[in-house]
C-alpha cells in the first residue's frame, strides 16, 4: 500500500465515523484491517485517523474560517473527510510536504467527489496554507 491508499483509508475512516454510532474503534478495525499492510502504514493511518478526531474541532475552526459565504455543515462529508485530512497534515505533520498535502487531496477529490469539488478543496488549502506562513 502507498502513502496515497493509506490516505485514502483514512479518508474512508473519517467519512464512516461521521455516520455510524457505534464508535470510532469498531470502524477503524474494520477498515484498518482490510487495507494496511506494513506496520508505517498502520501508524500513519492510526496517527491521522486518531489525530483528526482527536482535533476535529481545531481543523473544523480553520476550514469554517477559510470558507467564503458557507457553513462548514453544507460541505459533503466526503469533501469534509478530505479536507480535514490534509488540514491536519498540513498543520501537524511537518515531514509531509505541503504540497504533497495539497495534491494528495485534489486527486482524492477527483476519485470520490466531484471537480468542482477538487476545485473548492484546491483553493480552500490554498487559502489555509496562505495565512499559515
Same mark, same amino acid.
Given at each position: 500500500?502507498?502513502?496515497?491508499?493509506?490516505?485514502?483509508?483514512?479518508?474512508?475512516?473519517?467519512?464512516? @465515523? %461521521?455516520?455510524?454510532?457505534?464508535? $470510532?474503534?469498531? *470502524?477503524?478495525?474494520?477498515? #484498518? !484491517?482490510?487495507? +494496511?499492510? @506494513? %506496520?508505517?502504514?498502520?501508524?500513519? $493511518?492510526?496517527? *491521522?485517523?486518531?489525530?483528526? #478526531? !482527536?482535533?476535529? +474541532?481545531?481543523?473544523?475552526?480553520?476550514?469554517?474560517?477559510?470558507?467564503?459565504?458557507?457553513?462548514?455543515?453544507?460541505?459533503?462529508?466526503?469533501?469534509?473527510?478530505?479536507?480535514?485530512?490534509?488540514?491536519?497534515?498540513?498543520?501537524?505533520?511537518?515531514?509531509?510536504?505541503?504540497?504533497?498535502?495539497?495534491?494528495?487531496?485534489?486527486?482524492?477529490?477527483?476519485?470520490?467527489?466531484?471537480?468542482?469539488?477538487?476545485?473548492?478543496?484546491?483553493?480552500?488549502?490554498?487559502?489555509?496554507?496562505?495565512?499559515?506562513?
Amino acid at each position: 500500500m502507498s502513502r496515497r491508499a493509506s490516505r485514502e483509508t483514512v479518508m474512508k475512516l473519517l467519512y464512516q @465515523s %461521521e455516520f455510524h454510532n457505534e464508535g $470510532i474503534s469498531k *470502524v477503524k478495525n474494520e477498515i #484498518f !484491517e482490510e487495507s +494496511a499492510s @506494513s %506496520e508505517s502504514e498502520k501508524a500513519y $493511518i492510526g496517527q *491521522v485517523f486518531s489525530g483528526v #478526531f !482527536e482535533k476535529k +474541532a481545531e481543523l473544523d475552526a480553520v476550514i469554517e474560517s477559510h470558507l467564503k459565504g458557507w457553513k462548514i455543515n453544507r460541505i459533503s462529508k466526503v469533501d469534509l473527510s478530505i479536507l480535514r485530512t490534509a488540514v491536519y497534515e498540513i498543520k501537524f505533520i511537518d515531514e509531509i510536504p505541503i504540497s504533497v498535502s495539497i495534491n494528495e487531496a485534489i486527486e482524492l477529490a477527483k476519485k470520490f467527489s466531484t471537480a468542482e469539488s477538487a476545485s473548492f478543496i484546491n483553493g480552500l488549502l490554498s487559502s489555509i496554507v496562505k495565512d499559515k506562513s
